[in-house]
């Protein structure tokens, strides 16, 4: 038989359904195996106004336990045939008598044991019990009380659904009592509807304007839209984003397309869509060619078309459109560049000051980057595009109509409306970049230095005030940003030490502000190494990144290091070399200090090969690290028929020294290039 639990709410924030929806799952699975409650799989449910699970071929009863406990040892429970306190303390913790105890015997001793057998009860009596548990178990970021209950939920629960089988479950939590009666829509099925058994509980609603499986809404939508919007050669534009929050906002999802005033068509695309999409949560509309049109599409919680709705709809965007041209309208009136001096009055953070004083940081930060890069050249406008890069947050766009998803791309607009240098303009939007996983990268050389700047100083900056990420929280995002840094010196091939980036961007800061926490290059000089076997874990093995991660601090560099290592450990000797190079090392691991060579104790041509091989190799360390590793591998058998023919722990002390610093020799220049 099958098990329906539904929990009926009061409109649930969009944002809390899906998290209500597997919290429920999964809990309910957790407690049902830990009460020995057999099952095939839980399928679960969500709208705004109800989360639910099916327990499908729940088991009749409990199954059976036979339990054994083991105890202290024999010598700790019993003292002269008595039992000691720690003995009694265990038989009292299993419900026991002192008649129970048995003794066991394994490799480690005698143990006193209880073998107790426990006989599973009807499931229908255990599960009133597990679903209050899972009901408790359930958090939100937040919750509320409401009436004279104790209980916190997202939203007030309204109704139960417990069926089992064909037989409503006896449940009762804070007052409300467990049945078979759900409900439908609010405003087209707002009467109770009876389900006889869990079966029909998806079909049934759906009679009742309620589509109950989240992806059975979504697609519903497209098909709306598909067939109600798209007809006439319109497309919308469907952000994923959006889509699954307007999918947690209906029951039952029905399209209708509105129009607006085609003037507004003016503004920048993006302040439009912006509008729609973050204001009003409508999905945008472009014509058969690509173009943005003055139409939008909403999704009504409805079965059906309403010509009001979509009058209605038509006169709330209008004022939407109206404030958000009168605001561009208003920077424009204004000089762009004169919004930096207003950045002295936003403070970014208590102590790491004013935006204005972490622009001025950042200034800084990129001037050393062109210099260290050879962008010397382009230092005007890197400099310029750091200057303005955060000159639209007070703009009336950004501050009064708080289209913050705008910032940097509102500054682009502005600056280039006003002359400034189109790579310039370009570079405000692109410092943010990338904003978020698989984000485009910077196009320009002013977009990536500028937003390498402004990220290392928040990163340090943050450290330096003893805002560390934690594993669960990162407030300002410094994993995001380290991370951002690492991808836009990869895709714009820029020659960076982030080990000499982050000293420099600390001794600025360190200049600047009080630094209250210590060892901060260390801990971002960490972070930037974690990030980085993150990044770059996605092309190569764990194993190839820790042989550079230590070794090379130049993010590019890197990269190429251990694309040279991919290929050559697809050949069939590079398994090998390795394991040569660790019993190098292992043989002269707990060597110190630099001991002298002596050419004239060579007893074996194999000496003097492998020697002469440590002074190649040390000449190319400062060559091509390419270049380097193939002579390694090509002299692989060097170490070989070393190994093979020459006894390193000679009879003769000074014989086996000179042995041992010739490995040692070699160990040091491998060191530098690869460490096993």
Known sequence: MNFLFEIGLEELPSRYVDEAESNLKKIAEKELKEERIAFSEIESFSTPRRVAIIV?????????????????SVEIAYKDGALTKAGEGFIKSQGATPDDVKIIENEKGKYISIEKFIAGKPTKEVLPEILSNVIKKIEFEK????????????????????LLGTEVLPFEFEGLKGGNKTRGMRYFAPQDVEISNPDEYVSKLRENSVIARKADRKAEILKSIKENCENDGDVAIINNYLLEEVVNLVEYPFAIKGEFNPDYLDLPEDIITITMETHQRYFPVKDANGRLTNKFIVIRNAPEYSEVVKKGNEKVIEPRLADAKFFFDEDL???FADNVEKLKEVTFQKDMGTIYEKMQRSKKIAEYLADELGYGAKKKNILRTVELSKADLVSNVIAEKEFTKLQGFMGSVYAEKQGEDREVALGIFEHYLPRYQNDILPTTIEGALAGIADKIDTVVGCYSVGLKPTSSKDPYALRRAVQGIIQVALDSKLELNYEKLVEKAYEIFAADKKVLDKNVVENVV?????RLSNVLGEKYSKDLISYEINLENNIVKLNDRLSVLLELSKTENFETLINLLKRVKNIVKDTKGETEISESLFEKDEEKAIFELGNELEFLENEEFANYIQVLLNNANVINNYFDNVIINASDKKIKNNRIATLKKLENSIDKMINI
């Not at 499908?56 to 202290?72: F, N, R, T, Y």
């Not at 939920?153 to 417990?162: C, L, Q």
């Open 56 to 72: 499908k071929d729940i088991a009749e009863k409990q199954a059976d336990l036979d339990k054994k406990s083991v105890g202290p």
């Open 143 to 162: 919750s509320m009380k409401w009436s004279d209950r104790t209980f916190r939920f997202a939203r007030p629960i309204k109704w139960f659904v417990t």
């Open 333 to 335: 009136k204004g000089k």
């Open 526 to 530: 960490e972070l930037f190494k974690q």
